[in-house]
């Protein structure tokens, strides 16, 4: 068969799975798998047990593999223990969603188009699905390769359990490959491979100054102001102008970015007006395209979430509230140690405000993989063969804490080859995938299988 007439039957098996891929997605993103909100626990069982369902109607082995919090599903096209193995990481479990800011019903996918509109349609359950079909045709077509699946429901609040599961279950995982299709591209003119994450550490601050709320005519100027302190202390910690941090030490183990570095960056298409009107932000820090694209992948950030505490209805009401709390998180670069970085906070959040409580909320570290060598040429030709550009290697702003995981207990690296779209909207209302980037990464996915069976094991 020629190399023309394959990419003939390719392009046909693609053409003709649109329909069943859209109502495959659509009942994996129907099922709210919001895993930071413990209400929804049966869904996550629900989704799992249609998972392993849907692995197993595509011929691949799955199962259900419960942890102390929610389940994974892991599943496996096996053609022959003397062949090269690659496991593909995605998650599927999905961040909160409130109905009334969405133009649709998040957990009730409408197709408008190409578009697919609902919560998780791009973070991660498209991306997982198109790997799925690749990874059928793959098998199918004869392609000497075995390939995993690994699908987590709980990357969305850091993965607390993943890492006991791959110990437990390191026998069933063993690969020699590992990619991880759940990364964002600059735009959809330039593909994008990652190879680096930023950490994360998140905190909450709380000040308690009294037991109730007074009124501020009689107490005004003499009681404390808990959300003014805190105010006070978020702004000794950073400037929220630059977004420079002023906790001493913090930026200690922060490494330049390299030349050829910044070269990669800025030929991933990354450009700062693009980036505002991707992400439908008003205005930035900095109007250079090489700062910024390195403040999002290779700085390290203070971010405010959210100020909680005194009264919030209409108009004003006259008090001086009692207790207040700060939302914060850090994220961080490869190299800094989050245990190191939650001390400095922590001993500058004593220094400057003495009787403030300090609760951690998770810490995953941040990650540096390989950007040359077989793999990620591998990875490169794949990427070019489906969407006729060569991509550009770049780091990834978010964190994923099975990344590092994995890397830890399996002692294999990850190449991330995502598919999603700033406009795609991760994390935001209205979040939605494409079927540009789902018939585009099942070609892809199936060069990427064949490019990795050639190499030597």
Request: glycine letters at 10%; one cysteine or more; a negative charge.
């Amino acid at each position: 068969m020629t190399v023309e007439t394959k990419g003939k039957e390719l392009n046909q098996y693609v053409q003709d799975s649109r329909k069943s891929f859209e109502q495959h997605l659509k009942e994996l993103v129907d099922i709210p798998t919001v895993s930071a909100d413990p209400a929804h626990r049966q869904d996550m069982d629900r989704c799992a047990a249609r998972a392993v369902e849907l692995l197993k109607s595509f011929g691949a082995g799955a199962e259900v593999i419960q942890t102390k919090g929610n389940p994974v599903v892991i599943g496996e096209f096996h053609r022959s223990k003397d062949l090269p193995t690659v496991m593909i990481y995605n998650h599927i479990d999905v961040q909160p969603a409130d109905p009334s800011e969405w133009k649709s019903p998040p957990f009730d996918m409408k197709v408008d188009g190409d578009k697919y509109l609902g919560r998780g349609s791009t973070d991660d359950k498209g991306p997982a699905l198109t790997v799925l079909y690749g990874a059928k045709y793959a098998f199918d077509n004869g392609v000497p390769i075995n390939i995993k699946f690994c699908w987590e429901l709980e990357e969305e609040i850091g993965s607390p359990n993943f890492e006991q599961f791959l110990k437990d279950n390191k026998d069933k995982l063993q690969t020699d490959y590992i990619a991880v299709s759940d990364t964002v591209w600059i735009s959809r003119e330039r593909p994008a491979i990652g190879y680096g994450l930023r950490g994360l550490l998140g905190v909450i601050v709380k000040l308690k100054t009294g037991t109730k709320d007074v009124h501020s005519g009689l107490v005004g100027g003499l009681a404390r102001n808990p959300i003014g302190e805190l105010a006070k202390l978020i702004s000794t910690c950073y400037d929220a102008t630059t977004g420079e941090v002023k906790i001493p030490g913090f930026y200690d183990d922060v490494n330049k970015v390299t030349e050829s570095e910044g070269k990669d960056f800025l030929a991933s298409g990354f450009t700062v007006d693009g980036f505002k009107k991707a992400h439908e932000l008003l205005k930035l820090r900095t109007e250079d395209n090489l700062e910024g694209a390195t403040r999002i992948w290779a700085r390290p950030t203070f971010e405010v979430h959210g100020i909680t505490g005194g009264y919030s209805g209409p108009g004003v009401k006259t008090i001086v509230p009692f207790q207040a709390e700060a939302k914060l998180s850090m994220r961080l670069v490869p190299s800094q140690d989050p245990e190191k970085i939650f001390k400095l906070f922590e001993d500058f959040v004593k220094k400057e405000l003495p009787d403030a409580e300090i609760e951690r909320e998770g810490a995953l570290f941040p990650y540096s993989g390989e950007r040359t060598g077989p793999e990620a040429e591998a990875a490169v030709k794949a990427m070019k063969e489906a969407f006729g550009k060569e991509p550009a290697f770049v780091r990834e702003g978010g964190s994923i804490g099975a990344i590092v995981s994995m890397q830890k207990v399996l002692g294999k690296s990850s190449l991330f080859l995502g598919l999603s779209l700033p406009e795609h909207g991760y994390h935001a209302i209205n979040e939605n995938y494409d079927w540009q980037q789902a018939s585009g990464g099942m070609k892809m996915f199936v060069a990427y299988f064949n490019a990795l069976a050639e190499l030597k094991r």
